[in-house]
């Protein structure tokens, strides 16, 4: 059964910096990988999908990294801002039609 | 405006009582999902549906039920056989496209037990 861990758990940073979350899943056979923001009691929100075939996607300050072979993704955020506080979670879709999800990594951006 | 739209966004459930979660989307998606989400942890799928009429078990599908008998609506009921009802529930639906196959959120549903 595919298993998905995020590490860490929680992280704190002050504005302006630049990180990483990282997202790991047992299983390789995965047909694409998505990442996901969550705002304290809220839904989720679609950041970034990247397909299997593919090692990377960028949208404006978020890169996102994918090594299949290594069941591994990271999530970078350049240059840390407030609003990026949130909780972000990673999800990798089976051949199936199924989503496993991480735990998240909540994060805190201090002004 | 397109969307998935959840209600209502609080519910308290009675012992022994049958309560049902709305979950309509108009994004005219195939797919439609419905997960449990506990403080601290990820999202576990409860049930799942590829088409009208038809629906999977997910991880934590005892306790729960589900139909679709329409496109756009995927209810969810926790029956009273669920005994620790008290969560977050999201609802989520995508597309058939294996190319385009991102999931779209509702606002989600916090469920208490009174």
């Known amino acids: 059964k595919q298993e998905v861990t995020q590490i860490p758990a929680a992280l704190s940073v002050p504005e302006g ?55 591994r993704s990271t999530l970078y955020i350049a240059a840390s801002q407030p609003g990026d506080s949130a909780t972000y979670l990673c999800a990798v879709r089976d051949n199936f039609n199924k989503f496993y999800f991480g735990s998240g990594t909540k994060l805190n951006v201090k002004p | 405006d397109g969307g998935i739209t959840q209600s209502p966004k609080y519910l308290f459930r009675k012992e022994g009582q049958n309560v049902t979660l709305s979950c309509e989307q108009n994004l005219n998606h195939d797919a439609m999902y419905w997960y449990r989400q506990d403080p601290g942890q990820g999202l576990r799928l409860i049930y799942y549906s590829q088409i009208v009429n038809d629906f999977q078990k997910g991880d934590i599908a ?30 989520a639906s995508s597309i058939w496209d294996l190319a385009k196959n991102i999931q779209y959120f509702g606002a989600g549903t916090r469920l208490s037990v009174l």
Not at chain 1, 31 to 51: A, E, V
Not at chain 2, 75 to 84: E, F, G, M
Request: charged share 20%; glycine share 6%; proline share 4%.
């Open chain 1, 17 to 71: 910096e630049n990180l990483v979350l990282n997202c790991s899943f047992t299983d390789s056979a995965i047909y694409n990988l998505q990442w996901f923001r969550q705002d304290p009691g809220k839904g989720l929100t679609s950041l970034l999908l990247i397909q299997s075939s593919q090692r990377e996607q960028t949208s404006g300050r978020l890169n996102a990294s994918l090594d299949k072979s290594s069941g």
């Open chain 2, 62 to 91: 005892e306790g729960y039920s589900v139909s679709r008998e329409k496109k756009e609506s995927f209810p969810l009921t926790v029956t009273s056989a669920q005994k620790n009802p008290t969560a977050f529930y999201l609802c």
